[in-house]
């Protein structure tokens, strides 16, 4: 029958089995967590971050919940006769800015589940923001006439008869080379001339003049409106979140057709997502529909937007370069090849000599700033870049800034446009730029520190596993050295002179030995209590059975004197 002394102790080894195997099966965890936990994180972030409906990345996708501001300038001509004066120079002046609030909002949505893309239109409404502005809608403007320069620059190569046709239609309506407007009608209003009105109710021309609409405003149709910018098909990410928010084709065409080779091709980013950059350096693309094409924006440095560290990408001379300065550029040239710095759109723009460049021609060829007085272009106000928070590839900061220019130069045949210098002539540039809220910073803040909080929970399981794992083999080692340590004092304590307990096999024969001393005691000459008071403990040695120890009771005839006294 098991005594009770052998009972508690399987209860204590069952005891710290259960803890050795709990803790191994915990630090096995912890390393098997802390292994994968990063891939288990990314694939979290996945499945938040690809678009699908009813989720909070397709609500902030669909309506920006940034407010988004348009800010207008347009240049005013102040010395418009004196065009054609090989001795002056066109003198602008910058008005405004005249901001607009913008409210974005994404219609016609279709779901592609074939590819994981997803399609729609952009339709935005624009508020004028008197407060935020520098002047009014009714401002007066002169600037280039954009209406008879797009005529004269359409019949350019026509022949001579139809060429004459047009110069007749120019004088009858008394064209001349500026006009005056108001900001509005310059704008989004719009204002009526006869040379469309013409060209609209008479299409003697044929395919080859092509009025899209009944009035002239840069903006023109474009309030309210989801038609101008096209049909978007991009990426939803479901398959690879690198692919998030790129394009896939716009207007259902994979090529623009509007320039040759890769130049025309459909890539580059919408907008909204660029591609997740886990190191400073390279590129990244953007597709901008109102001049049918990617602008390549490249990497320049790392910065802090709200809290969080982005990678700043400019456009630098490559983006806006046709080959002058970067051979694989040549492409963009559209067939005018001119000096770096302005991009040719005008088969984008329905043939109108339109060429897009950065306000005031910034990192432009000196070319264009000598053609032309009042512009003083500068980083701060004029660079176009865009910062993006690494991990998630979200914009933290956009300053999307174009301006718009158009050729003015000698047309035979057209007496209005007859010795007159070769100009691109500035007519009006605009700014978007917006940055993250403190809100969405914050939300993008956490993800670190989740990140970390998952290798943290993975380093802890495995300390307490290791914790727990030597807990028995560590306590069962420490009470065999307190035990060897008792039974070392004791001996010491004797010189050496009897049995430790731990020697005896059993505690009868410890008391079988006690009582021998004792009766040993009991038999000497004098055992009265003034005797003992007197002398020495006497000490009885007996040597063991198997006489490799001995043991003494010198403990024991103390506690007997005792009792007798008693």
Not at 407 to 423: A, C, F, Q, T
Request: charged fraction near 20%; include cysteine.
């Amino acid at each position: 029958m098991p005594t009770q002394s052998s009972a508690l102790w399987r209860q204590k080894s069952n005891r710290g089995l259960i803890i050795v195997i709990f803790g191994f099966c915990l630090g096995l965890f912890g390393i098997v967590y802390g292994m994968f936990w990063e891939d288990i994180f990314n694939w979290i972030k996945h499945k938040e971050m690809a678009l699908a409906p009813d989720t909070q990345v397709y609500d902030n996708w669909k309506t920006p919940p940034v407010e988004l501001h348009l800010d207008i300038y347009l240049y005013n001509w102040t010395n418009p006769e004196e065009f054609g004066n090989q001795s002056s120079k066109p003198i602008l002046e910058q008005l405004g800015p005249y901001r607009f609030i913008d409210r974005p909002d994404k219609i016609n949505i279709s779901w592609h589940p074939s590819n994981d893309s997803v399609s729609y239109r952009r339709l935005s409404f624009f508020y004028f923001d008197a407060a935020g502005s520098v002047g009014s809608l009714d401002d007066e403007v002169t600037t280039l006439n954009a209406v008879a320069l797009s005529a004269a620059a359409t019949a350019k190569y026509w022949n001579s008869v139809k060429r004459g046709m047009v110069d007749v239609g120019l004088k009858l309506y008394g064209q001349e080379m500026s006009v005056t407007k108001t900001v509005d009608e310059m704008l989004f209003t719009g204002y009526s001339d006869p040379m469309i009105d013409v060209a609209m109710a008479m299409p003697i021309f044929g395919d080859e003049v092509k009025v899209p609409f009944d009035k002239f405003g840069w903006f023109y149709t474009r309030n309210g409106s989801a038609d101008l910018t096209g049909v978007f098909n991009v990426f939803t990410g479901a398959e690879d979140l690198q692919k998030l928010g790129q394009m896939h084709s716009w207007n259902y065409q994979t090529h623009t057709g509007f320039f040759d080779s890769y130049c025309g091709l459909t890539n580059g980013s919408a907008g909204e997502f660029q591609p997740q950059q886990p190191q400073p350096g390279g590129s990244i693309g953007l597709f901008t529909p109102d001049m049918c094409r990617t602008l390549n924006l490249d990497y320049v440095d790392t910065v802090e937007i709200e809290g969080l560290q982005g990678y700043k990408f400019t456009g630098g001379p490559r983006s806006i370069d046709n080959g002058t300065l970067y051979p694989e550029n040549l492409c963009f040239c559209g067939g005018e090849c001119v000096p770096s710095g302005v991009m040719n759109v005008s088969s984008c723009r329905f043939g109108s000599p339109v060429f897009m460049s950065y306000p005031h021609f910034y990192n432009a060829d000196q070319y264009y700033l000598d053609q032309v007085e009042g512009l003083e272009p500068n980083q701060q106000d004029h660079e176009f870049y865009m910062v993006v928070e690494p991990r998630t590839g979200i914009p933290l900061e956009v300053a999307a800034r174009f301006q718009v220019n158009m050729l003015v130069e000698p047309i035979d045949g057209i007496s209005l446009y007859e010795d007159i210098p070769r100009i691109f002539f500035p007519l009006i540039w605009f700014e978007q730029k917006v940055t993250i809220t403190s809100d969405l910073a914050d939300q993008l803040k956490l993800l670190p520190f989740v990140l970390l909080a998952g290798h943290i929970f993975a380093g802890i399981c495995l300390a307490v596993g290791l914790i727990m794992l030597c807990w028995t083999p560590v306590q069962n080692m420490l009470s065999y050295c307190q035990t060897r340590q008792y039974d070392v004092k004791v001996q010491h304590k004797s010189n050496g002179q009897y049995k430790s307990r731990s020697q005896f096999s059993s505690a009868e024969e410890l008391k079988s030995k006690a009582s021998t001393m004792v009766c040993e005691k009991s038999d000497t000459p004098d055992n009265s209590p003034l005797l003992e008071r007197n002398s020495k403990p006497a000490t009885i040695m007996s040597k063991s059975q198997t006489g490799d120890s001995v043991a003494t009771a010198s403990t024991v005839l103390s506690d007997t004197t005792e009792m007798k006294q008693i």
